[in-house]
Every structure is written in C-alpha cells, then in structure tokens.
C-alpha cells in the first residue's frame, strides 16, 4: 500500500532480507547506526546488494533516530496518523474497486505458507477488516 510512511521498502524477498540484515547491524553495532537521511540512503546503496526504496527527507537530509529499548522504559505505542491511516483507507478501496481484492501485504509473506495464492475478498468490507487487523498488529509489533 502507498503511505506516507518515512521508510518504503520496494517489495521483493531478497530486498526485505537485506533490510532486516540491516536492523540486525544496528542492534549488534549501534555505532553504526545512521542519523540522517542521507547517511541512511548511503547504508543502502552501500549494502551488498543495495536496499532499495524511498527515504523521506533526503532532500533535507532530515534527521534519523533509531532508539532501543529494554522493556524497562514505559510502554510507547506508535499509531500513523490519520492522513496516513486516510491514504491507506483511499488506496485500499481505489484497488478493491479496480478488481484487485487480495489485501497487500509484502511478498516475503508469501515464504510463510505453502502456496502463494492470496485470498480474494468478497466484500470491501472484508478486506478493510482485515486492514484494521494489521494496523493492529503493526501497532503492537512496534510497542516498545
């Protein structure tokens, strides 16, 4: 789905591995750690082979800050904000109108099962529960 999210990341396997290898860097050697946007494309474009995708802000070369937590801390819930939840909402139902009723998600889902097929929802309905579903599991994957 298109987002206004800081960080898209182009939609292959092998391109979600090289990220995650990256965020494993970062938490092994937090010297590493980028703190702009265009320190950020460098890790990227450095990686081996290159991440690709957009970065917001390298025009500006606007900041980047990667925390870590413990578990100690109080608890932090983040939530996108209702333009981004609205963008999503509008692309969702622009697909969902042009015939295309599988619910987006990245491609490396499809390593999950032994198929690849995705299902068809019936009902916009249907595929906006199973978006609300998401967001619901995006928000408790990033609590920190």
């Known amino acids: 789905m298109p987002k206004d999210h800081s960080i898209e990341i182009d939609d292959t396997d092998d391109n979600w591995h090289n990220w995650g290898r990256l965020v494993v860097k970062w938490i092994e050697q937090p010297g590493t750690r980028p703190t702009t946007a265009k320190q950020l494309k460098k890790q990227w474009d450095n990686w081996q082979p290159p991440i690709t995708g957009k970065i917001r ?36 139902q622009a697909e969902f109108a042009a015939g295309n009723k599988k619910y987006p998600v990245p491609k490396f889902y499809d390593l999950l099962y032994q198929t690849a097929t995705r299902k068809d929802f019936a009902t916009y309905q249907d595929l906006e529960d199973e978006a609300v579903r998401r967001l619901g599991e995006y928000v408790i994957n990033e609590c920190m």
């Open 57 to 92: 802000g390298l025009a500006q070369d606007i900041a980047v800050e990667i925390t870590t937590y413990d578990g100690d801390g109080p608890i932090i819930i983040p939530i996108p904000t209702k333009k981004m939840l609205k963008k999503d909402w509008d692309h969702l």
